[in-house]
């Protein structure tokens, strides 16, 4: 399995941890604790993966972690 970078941060708009994936456009999930919310997006990056590969859309390879400190 490919590793793609995770942001984590705190929404007080959801009052919960957000876990984002910045490679794969709309991947994210949420749970009441970090931990809960990478374990949840983990789920959600080999769904999003699935569902790409099933409508034969390309599956981006991971930017590297320097990148990331451009977009937070």
């Excluded at 994936?21 to 931990?35: H, M």
Aim: aromatic residues 8%; glycine residues 6%; proline residues 8%.
């Amino acid at each position: 399995m490919i590793s793609y970078p995770i942001i984590v941060f705190w929404s007080d708009e959801d009052n919960a941890y957000i876990a984002v994936v910045p490679d794969l456009s709309g991947c994210s999930a949420g749970g009441e604790t970090e931990a809960q919310a990478i374990e949840e997006v983990h789920i959600a990056i080999e769904l999003w993966l699935e569902a790409a590969t099933a409508i034969g859309n390309p599956i981006p390879q991971p930017r590297h972690p320097k990148f990331l400190k451009e977009i937070v």
